[in-house]
């Protein structure tokens, strides 16, 4: 300090671009020392930038702005890094199926099956596959979804001591259970009764999978409906359930589809107990009920199961993948559009 | 259309704890009745007991009697969804129903209790509007939500609300402590409006506003922290106020206590 009038609320300041600048310096630093240490990865290239640029970014502002500024600064990259790491598998996911999934999706793979093709030839579709992926996922939501939200509704609503704490404990379990678990243990029953595989054996097996996902969103969502509005309720002599069904239900119903809308996502990619239950089916068959179904899992699963070097079957598993994701994503935007439009409005 | 309330001998508990004890006291209809008194001293539970909402908290419960004029509201039989309908309530923060329009919060008593007819519904909305002030300001827009309003006019719709179902009695819990001056006053005035048609209780930490509106005053108070709280003594409010019988109520009122 060379004179007694500098501010002691103004500290040195790094300029606003510094990030970026210290950013494009540790890629341009690795980029060197990869090439000049003859490193074939780019994972490594990558790592040595990641690390160069949160050991950068310390050091310098270290320098300039003190030691307080510097761990702030490290905390924001490490942020960061963070960031791209959780991003870049998930860019490069999308960008690998979108690349080789659109090479033979067209409205021919989606309206036709794969009836008369032989896994190793080119054509055929995946119209039997959606088909049965709609159906079975259809069904199981027809069952998880009432039973999950009735589930909830007692646990936030009604529940009190050791039964709701004995159901709490069993939706907990219950949320750990392996696909292929509840897929034999609806096969065991079929087995008891000496049934052939048929679609709806998969929905119970996928409703299994999709209860407990459903009960435990339902009541995250159920308990964020203040108790005021419950009081407000009964003190105008509202019996309890008309209670939860005019105004409980349809302050959290935008939250509720959300969660239920999640959980058919979740399922909608299920395979083994789909391939114990269902078996697959290269023909078209509109009835869960009877015979074996298709699905989307199951389908690029089989498809790339029996590539064997084919091309043909392997395109067709990438662009089933990418007709399963964009399916997921539909369901998404679908329940984003619904928790938006039925959200409780406050505007004037 | 007013109803007295006689209380007797009443003990209310949150579990094991006991939160009020031995409370015995009469409310006049066609009156304002004010409970005052420091915080935890249980004028909010009392208040709850009255129209059965205190039982609605897990481990309440509640020993003694609560006459409606001459019907015990905890006596054998008496559902309490009808005590409700004929004792309602207003919250210490307003809380419209956000999913529902102006409108729709006025009538929902109605509706939701399905006691009502069609063409009337509208009559009893601005006859409530009306009745809470309110109907002026949002005459125009009664489809828009209640929860685009101003504190005091949600305030005064969940009153509107409550009076819409007609009750007999209203309580009303602090019901201007989340609220401005001007919103005070607003409520105030109602108050003086509603009690011509209703018996009114309110609690209230503002003893300037027990003096302003009430015609009688309770005062609670606990022993300490942990110990039930008591009424220490009811009377005319110009009494309480300025001659109350017990020390302690003047200690309280006057700012010198603990």
């Not at chain 2, 006691?115 to 005459?139: I, Q």
């Not at chain 2, 922290?225 to 003047?250: C, H």
Request: proline letters at 5%; glycine letters at 10%.
């Amino acid at each position: 300090m060379s004179t007694a009038t500098v501010s002691t609320l103004k500290g040195a300041r790094l300029p606003k671009w510094s990030p970026y600048a210290i950013a494009g310096g540790s890629v341009g630093l690795a980029i060197a020392i990869g090439l000049g240490a003859g490193l074939d990865s780019r994972v490594q290239w990558g790592l040595i930038a990641a690390i160069l640029f949160v050991v950068g970014t310390y050091g310098i502002a270290a320098r300039v702005e003190g030691k307080r500024q510097a761990k702030d600064r490290i905390a924001t990259s490490l942020v960061w890094v963070a960031f791209l790491l959780a991003v870049i598998p998930l860019v490069s996911l999308v960008w690998v199926t979108v690349a080789r999934g659109v090479k033979v999706l067209d409205v021919y793979f989606l309206t036709h099956s794969m009836g008369v093709v032989a896994d190793t030839e080119p054509g055929g579709g995946i119209y039997h596959a959606i088909i049965g992926s709609l159906e079975q996922v259809g069904l199981a939501t027809l069952i998880a979804a009432p039973v999950g939200v009735l589930t909830a509704i007692y646990l936030v609503e009604y529940g009190r001591g050791k039964l709701s704490k004995a159901i709490t404990f069993f939706v907990d379990v219950m949320t750990g259970i392996p696909s292929i678990v509840a897929g034999l243990f609806i096969l065991s029953l079929m087995l008891q009764f000496e049934m052939q595989p048929f679609g709806f054996a998969g929905s119970l097996a996928l409703a299994i999978l999709m209860m407990p996902v459903v009960v435990r969103s339902t009541e995250e969502m159920l308990k964020l409906v203040p108790n005021e509005l419950r009081e407000a309720s009964l003190a105008l002599g509202v019996p309890k359930w008309r209670t939860i069904l005019k105004v409980v239900l349809p302050t959290s119903i935008g939250g509720i589809t959300t969660g239920i809308m999640l959980a058919v996502a979740r399922i909608a990619g299920e395979t083994a107990p789909v391939l114990l239950l269902v078996f697959g089916n290269p023909f078209i068959n509109t009835n869960p009920f009877e015979g074996a179904q298709a699905s989307l899992p199951l389908y690029i699963y089989q498809q790339y199961a029996n590539s064997a070097g084919s091309g043909a079957a392997y395109d067709r598993a990438w662009a089933a993948s990418l007709t399963l994701i964009a399916f997921v994503m539909i369901l998404n935007l679908v329940a984003r559009g619904i928790a938006r439009w039925k959200a409780p409005k406050t505007g004037r | 259309m007013a109803k007295r309330i006689d209380v007797s001998g009443l003990t209310a508990y949150y579990g094991s704890h006991k939160a009020i004890e031995d409370i015995s006291m009469t409310v006049e209809p066609r009156s304002v009745t004010a409970f005052i008194g420091p915080s935890g001293c249980g004028k909010s539970t009392f208040l709850r007991t009255l129209n059965r909402m205190h039982e609605v908290t897990p481990g309440g419960r509640v020993e003694g009697k609560v006459m409606l004029d001459d019907e015990d509201l905890y006596g054998t039989g008496i559902d309490p969804v009808s005590v409700r309908r004929e004792v309602g309530m207003v919250f210490q923060r307003p809380n419209p129903f956000p999913t529902m329009s102006i409108f729709d919060n006025v009538a929902a008593g109605l509706r939701l209790n399905g006691s009502y007819k069609k063409s009337e519904l509208a009559d009893v909305v601005e006859k409530s509007l009306k009745g809470a002030n309110l109907w002026n300001e949002v005459k125009d827009r009664l489809n828009k939500p209640g929860s685009g309003l101003s504190g005091g006019q949600q305030q005064r719709l969940c009153i509107a609300r409550a009076i819409a179902v007609e009750p007999k009695v209203l309580l009303m819990d602090e019901p201007c402590s989340a609220l401005d001056p001007i919103s005070t006053l607003a409520i105030e005035d109602l108050i003086g409006e509603l009690k011509e048609r209703f018996t009114i209780v309110i609690v209230t930490h503002n003893m300037q506003q027990a003096a302003r509106v009430s015609d009688r005053t309770a005062f609670f108070n606990l022993a300490a922290v942990g110990q039930p709280g008591k009424l220490i003594e009811i009377d005319e409010t110009e009494r309480i106020f300025s001659n109350p019988s017990v020390q302690a109520t003047e200690d309280y009122i006057s700012g010198r206590f603990g």
